[in-house]
């Protein structure tokens, strides 16, 4: 069995507050396997150069993915649309270079923080290069979540010239190469299915992790292997438990557990590097969360759902205008949350099985 089919799972409506709570719990599951998977970095990043560790987590991610490329396989790979599957990769992997320095160097909380300031930047993105519509609500949202990075930066002149950590701005530059991802990736969903996605970005990402290996190769220790090898396994361990929690409720209901992730990483820091909790990571903390729920609010209020009942004739013998609406709907750099937003369009019986 395929790992998108063991996030899947069918949702009995009768059961919903059930429902409700055990989404919960995978959400908050999934983040506590992606804050262990910053442990993992922080641990082999004392042996290992950054690119080592990124090309690593690439690999290890691309042979676990490997099944499900060959059992349903990408279909036809030519693209009319190089352009975009390459800026996906690169800002895709920039961000995963940013983000595992960020962690390698910062309290493991602000780390993940800063990594979580993805959805701050995507409407702004968004509203740029897609012409989005944009709601009210959604300036007061950008408002308050970028004041919650200031608390978090702490800018001070007499600190650095800049007024804040270098560090801390390649891991908020983090956020922003994830949100032109994401976007990118809503951007590639007009025209190309699932699987040629993931397909291009293992081999791009993968091309792109391998080149500073010529300069930065070191052979990994035996405990080095199995650290990269636990950052592989809890990504995609939490990716699953994400997903299937997205597939048991809303996102918009489950937006704000993603924030588990800075508790978990708070709560490690602590436990292992003796880091503490400063009252302005915490009014941060709370910041982006309003903020990053406000955004996504706005976002729907300015959607329209997918395939509502009122277009369903249209779409009637047409499932890949509803696959590609589901995966567009998703919003999301991995294959595993459109599959989510596809499993409940399939299980409507308003797509066909591939």
């Given at each position: 069995m395929?790992l998108?089919?063991?996030a ?11 429902s409700?709570?055990l ?5 908050v599951?999934g983040e ?6 910053g442990?993992?970095?922080r641990?082999?990043?004392a042996e ?6 990124v090309f690593?987590r690439?690999?290890?991610g ?6 499900w490329?060959l059992?349903h ?11 975009l599957?390459l800026?996906?990769a690169?800002a895709?992997?920039?961000a995963?270079?940013?983000f595992f320095h ?16 993805a959805?701050i930047f995507?409407?702004?993105i968004?509203?740029?290069?897609l ?8 300036w ?19 600190r650095h010239?800049?007024?804040v950590s270098?560090?801390a701005?390649i891991?908020l ?5 994830a949100?032109v991802?994401?976007v990118t990736?809503?951007?590639l969903?007009?025209s ?16 792109i ?13 035996p405990?080095a292997l199995?650290?990269?090898?636990g950052?592989g ?6 990716q699953?438990?994400?997903t ?19 508790v978990?990483?708070?709560?490690y820091?602590?436990?292992?590097w ?10 941060g903390?709370l ?7 406000l955004?996504s ?8 759902p997918i395939?509502q009942?009122?277009a ?5 013998g047409k499932?890949a205008?509803c696959?590609r ?15 989510a ?10 797509t066909?099985?591939p």
């Amino acid at each position: 069995m395929s790992l998108i089919a063991l996030a899947g799972g069918r949702r009995d409506h009768s059961r919903r507050p059930q429902s409700l709570l055990l989404g919960a719990a995978f959400i908050v599951l999934g983040e506590c396997c992606f804050a262990s998977m910053g442990v993992c970095i922080r641990i082999v990043s004392a042996e290992l150069p950054n690119a080592m560790v990124v090309f690593g987590r690439n690999l290890i991610g691309l042979m676990l993915l490997a099944p499900w490329l060959l059992r349903h396989g990408v279909g036809d790979v030519k693209t009319r649309v190089p352009g975009l599957h390459l800026l996906r990769a690169v800002a895709g992997v920039a961000a995963m270079y940013c983000f595992f320095h960020a962690i390698a160097e910062l309290p493991l909380a602000e780390a993940m923080l800063l990594k979580l300031t993805a959805p701050i930047f995507i409407p702004l993105i968004a509203i740029a290069w897609l012409h989005e519509r944009v709601a009210s609500l959604l300036w007061v949202a950008l408002g308050i979540g970028f004041a919650g990075v200031i608390l978090i930066l702490e800018p001070d002149p007499s600190r650095h010239w800049a007024g804040v950590s270098p560090v801390a701005l390649i891991g908020l530059l983090g956020g922003v190469l994830a949100a032109v991802a994401k976007v990118t990736v809503r951007r590639l969903s007009h025209s190309e299915p699932i699987g040629r996605i993931v397909f291009y970005f293992a081999l791009i990402g993968g091309s792109i992790s391998a080149l500073p290996l010529f300069w930065n190769w070191q052979m990994p220790s035996p405990s080095a292997l199995l650290w990269l090898l636990g950052i592989g396994i809890a990504a995609t361990l939490g990716q699953l438990a994400l997903t299937r929690g997205l597939s048991l409720a809303p996102a918009s209901r489950m937006g704000a557990f993603g924030y588990f992730s800075v508790v978990f990483g708070a709560g490690y820091g602590w436990l292992f590097w003796d880091e503490p909790l400063t009252l302005s990571l915490l009014l941060g903390t709370l910041l982006i969360a309003v903020g990053g729920l406000l955004a996504s609010r706005s976002r729907r209020l300015e959607t329209t759902p997918i395939c509502q009942p009122s277009a369903r004739a249209d779409l009637a013998g047409k499932p890949a205008v509803c696959e590609r609406l589901a995966y567009e709907h998703a919003g999301e750099h991995t294959g595993e949350h459109a599959a989510a937003g596809l499993n409940r369009l399939r299980r409507g019986g308003m797509t066909s099985s591939p």
